[in-house]
């Protein structure tokens, strides 16, 4: 697929106004510490998708949220261990290496990071386009980052074979990717939305 | 020893070489389909990635992506290398459900839908399926040593096995 540079433009300011509140929803629940960088857009052939976040049989921590409502797509935050458990320090306002492992109430602690980054994102989209986008309820997962992402592309490759990817960081002491994955037939229908506002 | 042959999402790789190995790195909800020949010690492997390839919306380019055209696209690979397939087994692993998603239903269940198209599809074959390590919700890794066919399951935390 491909996108003007009008409507790449649109898009990229969008994600970013969704992602900026996003960050400001999870910076004041941990004292500013945890902020999401400017966001990359690109195109990703699926089959490359699951090196994304290194080698296929790494063990990350994600948190996938699906969405649904007008769009079908998927949000994940992924980490590695170190990185979920700095997260859960700073939203449980707990110095840094306090957290050793985790346990129940750190996983829902981190399901909730994915709700409150998912939400005020998919908010943002819903407010521009008047599409409405929900986030499903959030799934944590510590397994092959590999086996993990594969579960999204299977799903994407039902309508094409290449996915636009949102992706930032968590910047400072958290590192960490944020992706966003429409599938195609949801792309056009993002794109349509947003150049009805043009 | 030789570098592993890693078999990436819809591809299938076949060898003959006795120090080779093939792998599927991080599978999920596809299916890492492993033949192996017990006469000619010829292997192949084929990461598959859904259910059936009428579900493609274009051309079939890579007919290990789906379960019912990897079969015998492996197949005719192996023979190519001398292999044949009335001593040719089968085993399989993979077909997760990863993302365990209240209202996702059932788009995200697709492991399950391949686990029963590669049996389909072996049964339709004739082919003899002779392990299998499949479905729960943890990612595998699988390993075939081409020169002495055993094959190898391993997961994040859940160990390792031979299947």
Redesign the interface.
Known sequence: MELSDREYSTLQQMVEQGLADASRAISSLTTGQIQLNSPQLTWVQLSAMPRIAGVPDSVVVAVYLGIEGDLDGHLMLLFTEEGACRTVDLLMGQSLGTTPGLDDLALSALAETGNICGSSFLNAISDRTGLRVVPTTPAVVIDMAGAILESVVTDLYMNGDEVLMVETGFNGLVPGHFLLMPNQDSMAKLLAALEALL | MNEPMAV???ELKGSRDPEAQLVC??????IGLALWDLRSRVGAMAHI??PDSA?S?GPVVQPA?WADTALPAALELMAGMGASRTTTVARIAGG?????????GS??D??ARNIEAVREVLRRHDMRLTAEDVAG?????LTLHVGTGRLVV????RGEQEL
């Open positions: 990436g999402l819809g790195y991080g599978l999920g909800s596809c990635v859904l579900l919306r992506k997760a459900r990863m993302l365990n998603v209240v209202g996702a788009r995200l697709i492991g919700t943890w990612g595998r890794t391993s997961t994040a935390g």
